[in-house]
């Protein structure tokens, strides 16, 4: 399988070490088509991009995206975090033309909104799993969201559950390289209900940008074609 994108990467405007232009040279040196600039949130206690940084962002990402036309195309995304049970996020309303797209995930160290501790307390018993994976699908429903970051990270998820809810509004699984929680037998569940997949490196330094080892090795197990993954070669974002 051959990816031509990595839609999930980090700058020093979060808690990367690399900074856009140099996450998209690198991008550049593996190969890819496009790549995406995805810092945390503004919700997150100790990451979260600043508001007041967005337009800079987004005026950087332009620039660079003339200086590098025909090498690179570079987006400029923003990595949400699930704020409460009922699928509160920190999606940015007035800021939101800013940015092309929207992942979103669980992260430890946000700002709840409500029920944080629902998140953590017993998280394995089956009322929290499945409390927990309404919460992001409430989320999906809510929000324009095109990818949900590494599943089943930090909380335990339903897959099936969540995969229904993705199909639903067109979001993507991710299969992350970084965090790789999500087994073979749960993409094999989510691919029968119809979920696409994105491999992502998640790279927090321009070395690690598209690098999707072990994203790749989960999809091989799992059995995913080409088809059934949104960066790969006949597809896109
Ligand atoms: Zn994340
Ligand atoms: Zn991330």
Do not use: W
């Not at 690198?26 to 100790?46: E, V």
């Not at 017993?122 to 590494?150: D, F, G, Q, W």
């Amino acid at each position: 399988m051959k990816l031509i994108a990595d839609f999930h990467t980090h700058t020093t405007y979060s808690h990367g070490k690399g900074s856009i232009e140099t996450n998209a040279l690198a991008a550049i040196a593996k190969g890819l088509n496009s790549i995406a600039i995805t810092d945390h949130g503004p919700g997150h206690r100790f990451y979260g991009v600043r508001r007041a940084k967005f337009a800079k962002m987004r005026e950087e990402t332009d620039a660079l995206n003339v200086k590098y036309a025909g090498k690179i195309k570079i987006l400029l995304g923003l990595e949400l975090n699930l704020l409460s049970l009922e699928g509160e996020t920190d999606y940015p309303h007035e800021q939101a033309n800013l940015f092309d797209f929207f992942l979103m995930g669980y992260h430890r160290g946000v700002f709840p909104k409500s029920g944080l501790l629902s998140f953590t307390i017993k998280k394995r018993a089956p009322e929290a799993i499945e409390r927990n994976t309404r919460a992001i699908c409430l989320a999906l429903e809510r929000y324009p969201i095109k990818i949900v970051s590494h599943p089943g990270e930090y909380i335990p998820l339903d897959i099936t559950l969540l995969a229904k809810a993705a199909v639903k509004t067109g979001a993507a699984l991710e299969i992350n390289a970084s965090h790789p929680a999500i087994t073979p037998e749960q993409i094999k569940l989510a691919k029968a209900e119809g979920a696409r997949f994105v491999l992502s490196s998640d790279a927090h330094t321009p070395e690690r940008v598209g690098d999707f080892g072990a994203a790749l090795r989960l999809a091989m197990e799992a059995g995913l074609s080409e088809h059934d993954v949104i960066n790969a070669s006949s597809t896109n974002l």
